[in-house]
């Protein structure tokens, strides 16, 4: 009877060894199904701040060529996109009326030869004693309303050419062209002129940014136009006050152009020195950007074996690494290889 109580009890015996040695063998296979992955420890690095800005070139000095008085064009001599020089002839407008003005200015001039005449004779009488002084204060009035009447009419003739032949004040470039000849003028401009040497660009900084940017400094400046060459300006104009809507600042950059390569209405890339800053830099393959969003996530190693997926503010790109505004702490680990295979808290192997 006892050999029959026996056995089941080493069955269970067996039994039970064949499990633990099933269990020990099902954790050994979980540990090496652990994702293997190579870390990286990264730390605060000196860094400079560049903030970079997109703007459209502008005109230093904008002149709309224009009639003092509605006129027909007779003849237009540039286009836009030609250069002229200070003084340079426009327009010519109808000169109808030029004639009539000319022949009112020298009736007004006659006149005031006469009334002169007149009253040196009057002042001549009345020292000799044939006039009398209410006769020479008489002449003298209509002396002084005679000189009025022959320098209105020189004016109104001079606006008359004025707005019969039309110059440019400023050398520069025509940006545009508003008529044709044969065309009345009207409340558009003939032309319009720019003065491109120098040029302006205008950008918006941030309030945080607003301290650390001042008049004179310098800028670089660079244009899809000429690729990777670069144009040196200055900071001329901080603006004192915020804009309510976008609340940034206005700043204006000056930028020499002696050669006429760069015109109003480029677009171009500003880059201002900012000054430096301690921020953690990674290697670029750290960095996850988040499919369907523009967040990018780095995945860093904690010491007991998982990894966190941590959400992380780009600065700027410093060859193949990038520099983090936040996100993850000076002296950390980062993963930098097999990111697609891990998930947050997932428990990982790190390779030798």
């Not at 002084?133 to 320098?151: F, G, R, S, T």
């Not at 244009?223 to 040196?232: A, P």
């Not at 700043?251 to 760069?262: A, R």
């Not at 690494?321 to 295979?341: F, H, M, N, P, R």
Request: charged share 20%; net charge neutral; hydrophobic share 35%.
């Amino acid at each position: 009877m006892k050999k029959i109580y026996l056995l089941p009890l080493c069955l269970s015996l067996v039994a039970a060894g064949a499990c633990s040695g099933n269990k020990e063998k099902e954790d050994a296979e979980a540990k090496e199904e652990l994702q293997v992955v190579k870390t990286m420890t990264v730390n605060d690095r000196e860094v400079n701040q560049i903030g970079t800005y997109t703007a459209t070139v502008e005109p230093e000095i904008i002149n709309n060529i224009s009639a003092s008085a509605p006129n027909r064009i007779k003849h237009i001599y540039v286009d836009e996109g030609m250069r002229v020089s200070a003084g340079q002839k426009l327009v010519v407008l109808d000169d109808v009326n030029t004639a009539s003005y000319q022949l009112q200015v020298d009736n007004a001039r006659a006149n005031l030869h006469n009334v002169q005449v007149n009253y040196d004779r009057a002042v001549e009488l009345l020292k000799i004693g044939g006039g009398t002084k209410q006769q020479v204060d008489q002449m003298e009035i209509q002396l002084i309303n005679a000189k009025n009447a022959l320098a209105s009419a020189e004016r109104t003739l001079r606006n008359v050419n004025e707005n019969t032949v039309l110059t440019s004040p400023i050398s520069g470039v025509v940006t545009a062209r508003n008529y044709d000849p044969g065309d009345m003028t009207g409340n558009l401009p003939v032309l319009t002129v720019a003065r491109i040497n120098p040029v302006k660009i205008a950008i918006n900084v941030t309030e945080s940014e607003l301290p650390k940017v001042k008049r004179g400094m310098p800028a670089i400046v660079s244009f899809d136009t000429y690729g990777d060459e670069i144009f040196n300006g200055t900071v001329t104009m901080v603006s004192p006050t915020v804009d309510q809507a976008s609340r940034t600042f206005g700043v204006e950059i000056t930028l020499p152009n002696g050669d006429g390569k760069i015109l109003p209405g480029m677009f171009g890339r500003v880059q201002l020195s900012l000054g430096k800053a301690m921020h953690v830099v990674v290697p670029d393959k750290a960095v996850v950007k988040q499919t369907g969003s523009g967040d990018h996530y780095v995945y860093v190693y904690n010491p007991d074996g998982t990894v966190s997926f941590n959400k992380v503010e780009l600065g700027q790109r410093l060859g193949d690494t990038y520099e983090l505004i936040s996100g993850v702490e000076s002296g950390s680990e980062v993963v930098i290889s097999s990111q697609a295979k891990l998930s947050n808290g997932l428990k990982v192997k790190k390779q030798k």
